[in-house]
């Protein structure tokens, strides 16, 4: 699971990618020229699919070995699964440029629900691991289906070419955001796996497995806000390309995530031990004293994202060197500061309040100068003719 989670990456950062082009493509009536770019990225997305699935057959033995699992099903099920979820993304790329938020939310509800459902059943009859793998493929299928029955007057309509080579740039961006955040809460989990010890010195996983326990809180404040930088992206692009500014976009999605975290905070501070029992079990309440500052953590992040998502709508690059420099001081943070797992709460919170307070300045000088060129590389006013059709 740990390792389709990595492979996701890839997913989240086509949405965004699809996402940009297709609302301004949609804002022009161009569905055509939405089904040609969705259809071409599926095609490019085939080829490495299919090694992906070949390389998880020829190395079935030595990754089974390397992941502790008795038989490789459950390692050709999740090749299986990045496969179906890459031409996912794509879908939902289109769903959430277009706006078509009611289908987005229903999309990625089915895929959780027929996920967990798929679980318990395989589960039950006794599949284990290779049966969590199966749920996971499940949901991501049905999720497709549902996502195309959604999109069906785009598929429908006749393919009009339209520049890719445009969107190189862009995905660079995307992919390099994308990345950050997912390395942001992530590696203080895995650094906690290597430099946490007992008192004897021995390194145990009942000691990280507390801070793990920590960032899956944490993580529960960035995926509750997740859907307001959904929203925010394409309507930031929109009202760029319209020549409006987008600050109150900013302020007012900003309020949102910071309403809801705040609420969950309240929640972690008041009841942070029926927080921990009632996700953990009793054996984990020697991490009850470290859940609220956690919260402040997860919605540190969660306000990092939607910044970041920001950055990217209004295509600046500034954001790199910001988000990179973050993710190392919080490696050496960590590696500097780490006598026990409250003391990584702390580096990660300080980490990420840092990020917050340079991303926060940057977009500060950034929305005064922001103008509709920045989200028109993909309109005919400013594309060539003799680019329109790809050789």
């Known amino acids: 699971v740990a390792v389709y989670a990595i492979g996701t990456v890839l997913a989240y950062a086509l949405i965004l990618i699809l996402a940009r082009y297709s609302s301004i493509l949609e804002r022009d009536g161009r569905l055509g020229s939405i089904r040609y770019i969705a259809g071409r990225t599926a095609l490019y997305l085939l080829l490495p699919s299919i090694v992906?699935?070949?390389?998880?057959?020829?190395?079935s033995s030595q990754l089974i070995r390397f992941l502790g699992i008795t038989w490789p099903l459950p390692l050709l099920v999740m090749a299986l699964a990045l496969l179906v979820t890459w031409q996912l993304a794509i879908l939902r790329g289109l769903l959430q440029g277009m706006q078509r938020f009611g289908a987005l939310?229903?999309?990625?509800?089915?895929?959780?629900?027929?996920?967990?459902?798929?679980?318990?059943?395989?589960?039950?009859?006794?599949?284990?691991?290779?049966?969590?793998?199966?749920?996971?493929?499940?949901?991501?299928?049905?999720?497709?289906?549902?996502?195309?029955?959604?999109?069906?007057?785009?598929?429908?309509?006749?393919?009009?070419?339209?520049?890719?080579?445009?969107?190189?740039?862009f995905s660079i961006l995307a992919a390099l955001g994308t990345l950050g955040i997912f390395l942001l809460y992530n590696t203080d989990t895995i650094l906690a796996g290597v430099v946490l010890k007992d008192p004897t010195g021995v390194k145990v996983g009942t000691v990280s497995g507390y801070y793990g326990a920590l960032n899956k809180i944490g993580t529960i404040i960035y995926f509750l806000?997740?859907?307001?930088?959904?929203?925010?992206?394409?309507?930031?692009?929109?009202?760029?390309?319209?020549?409006?500014?987008?600050?109150?976009?900013?302020?007012?999605?900003?309020?949102?995530v910071g309403l809801l975290g705040v609420g969950a905070i309240v929640v972690f501070g008041v009841l942070p031990g029926?927080?921990?029992?009632?996700?953990?079990?009793h054996d984990y309440s020697p991490i009850i004293?470290?859940?609220?500052?956690?919260?402040?953590?997860?919605?540190?992040?969660?306000?990092?994202?939607?910044?970041?998502?920001?950055?990217?709508a209004v295509k600046d690059r500034v954001f790199i060197p910001i988000l990179g420099l973050g993710v190392v001081i919080q490696c050496v943070a960590i590696f500097a500061f780490h006598h026990t797992f409250g003391s990584i709460v702390y580096d990660v919170l300080l980490s990420q309040l840092a990020?917050?307070?340079?991303?926060?300045?940057?977009?500060?000088i950034l929305l005064p100068a922001l103008s509709p060129a920045a989200a028109l590389d993909l309109t005919p006013a400013e594309v060539p003719t003799s680019i329109i059709v790809e050789p």
């Open 52 to 59: 992906l699935v070949l390389l998880a057959l020829l190395f």
């Open 105 to 169: 939310s229903l999309n990625l509800s089915i895929e959780l629900v027929f996920r967990v459902t798929g679980l318990v059943v395989a589960l039950l009859i006794g599949l284990k691991v290779g049966g969590a793998m199966a749920a996971v493929l499940g949901g991501v299928m049905v999720a497709s289906v549902v996502g195309a029955y959604s999109l069906k007057d785009v598929i429908m309509s006749k393919p009009v070419p339209a520049p890719l080579r445009t969107m190189v740039g």
């Open 225 to 256: 806000t997740m859907s307001v930088g959904q929203v925010l992206f394409p309507k930031v692009i929109e009202a760029v390309a319209k020549d409006e500014h987008p600050g109150h976009l900013l302020a007012k999605s900003a309020g949102i």
């Open 274 to 281: 029926l927080i921990v029992g009632s996700l953990f079990g």
């Open 289 to 312: 004293p470290d859940v609220l500052p956690i919260g402040v953590a997860g919605l540190a992040l969660s306000l990092d994202n939607l910044l970041i998502q920001f950055s990217i």
């Open 355 to 364: 990020i917050l307070v340079v991303l926060t300045i940057r977009c500060a």
